[in-house]
């Protein structure tokens, strides 16, 4: 995906499991070509942000929360140098400078800022992909999610509504657990499409629509007048703890 430059708000830190275990590698490439390259060799490896320009790819920083940046030493619209220092200033992500023959100045500034490495660009693959492996931060465990009778352990990937377990496939576990970390608070369909269907271009797909619909049912959330996945219209999806069911026990 490219980065937009509409602002929206950023989903709480380490809310999200839709990666999957996966590196998630931000990618600041002005060269169409470049980024295209990268992209088909690294979107099964990994998760991918794409922006291209540093604008863009501080505020895709700032909202995904990156494990690594992947940057052009030639950024037009900012330094690279500057792009470095703002990240760095922000959190510990590593910062793999890319320098073409004659970015040499430039990649020295940005390393001196506080980038990581600095890798030849045009990029060579094969060199590159074991260098970004190498930087990828040891995975916290992730806790269990509660919302009223709702619980969610992202560890075992299973969910209980007080005691009685339900079965979710991936991408409506994913979901579930992006607005249960978010309970109460509207997350905008750009927002969980960019989190979970990062590749999906078409904003108008019926993708998440779907999968709302099939875990309101799941949730026993009434389809027609929904309150624990209730829709906020014109603006997205708000999460809200279901009342604990008389009828049954607390898990």
Same mark, same amino acid.
């Given at each position: 995906?490219? !980065?937009? #430059? +509409?602002?929206?708000? %950023?989903?709480?830190?380490?809310? /999200?499991?839709?990666?999957?275990?996966?590196? &998630?590698?931000?990618?600041?490439?002005?060269?169409?070509?470049?980024?295209?390259?990268?992209?088909?060799?690294?979107?099964?490896?990994?998760?991918?942000?794409?922006?291209?320009?540093?604008?863009?790819?501080?505020?895709?920083?700032?909202?995904?929360?990156?494990?690594?940046?992947?940057?052009?030493?030639?950024?037009?619209?900012?330094?690279?140098?500057?792009?470095?220092?703002?990240?760095?200033?922000?959190?510990?992500?590593?910062?793999?400078?890319?320098?073409?023959?004659?970015?040499?100045?430039?990649?020295?500034? !940005?390393? #001196? +800022?506080?980038?990581? %490495?600095?890798?030849?660009?045009? /990029?060579?693959?094969?060199?590159?992909?074991? &260098?970004?492996?190498?930087?990828?931060?040891?995975?916290?465990?992730?806790?269990?999610?509660?919302?009223?009778?709702?619980?969610?352990?992202?560890?075992?990937?299973?969910?209980?509504?007080?005691?009685?377990?339900?079965?979710?496939?991936?991408?409506?576990?994913?979901?579930?657990?992006?607005?249960?970390?978010?309970?109460?608070?509207?997350?905008?369909?750009?927002?969980?499409?960019?989190?979970?269907?990062?590749?999906?271009?078409?904003?108008?797909?019926?993708?998440?629509?779907?999968?709302?619909?099939?875990?309101?049912?799941?949730?026993?959330?009434?389809?027609?007048?929904?309150?624990?996945?209730?829709?906020?219209?014109?603006?997205?999806?708000?999460?809200?703890?279901?009342?604990?069911?008389?009828?049954?026990?607390?898990?």
């Amino acid at each position: 995906m490219v !980065a937009s #430059r +509409a602002a929206v708000p %950023a989903v709480s830190g380490n809310s /999200y499991l839709g990666r999957s275990g996966k590196l &998630l590698l931000l990618v600041v490439e002005p060269q169409p070509a470049e980024a295209l390259s990268l992209k088909n060799a690294f979107a099964k490896q990994f998760s991918l942000i794409l922006a291209d320009n540093a604008a863009d790819g501080l505020l895709a920083a700032g909202e995904f929360h990156p494990d690594v940046v992947l940057a052009a030493a030639d950024l037009h619209d900012i330094t690279s140098e500057s792009l470095v220092s703002t990240l760095r200033r922000h959190s510990p992500v590593s910062v793999v400078i890319g320098a073409g023959p004659d970015d040499g100045p430039a990649a020295a500034a !940005a390393m #001196r +800022a506080g980038a990581t %490495a600095c890798v030849a660009r045009p /990029y060579r693959i094969s060199e590159l992909e074991p &260098l970004v492996r190498s930087l990828q931060p040891p995975r916290t465990t992730l806790a269990a999610v509660v919302c009223g009778p709702v619980r969610l352990n992202p560890e075992s990937q299973r969910v209980f509504i007080g005691d009685r377990a339900i079965d979710l496939p991936r991408q409506e576990f994913h979901l579930l657990h992006l607005l249960m970390s978010n309970c109460d608070r509207v997350l905008t369909r750009e927002q969980i499409r960019r989190q979970l269907w990062p590749g999906l271009a078409d904003e108008r797909s019926n993708t998440l629509t779907v999968h709302i619909r099939r875990l309101r049912l799941r949730l026993d959330d009434d389809p027609w007048n929904p309150t624990v996945i209730a829709t906020v219209r014109g603006r997205g999806y708000r999460f809200t703890a279901p009342a604990p069911d008389p009828g049954r026990s607390p898990a």
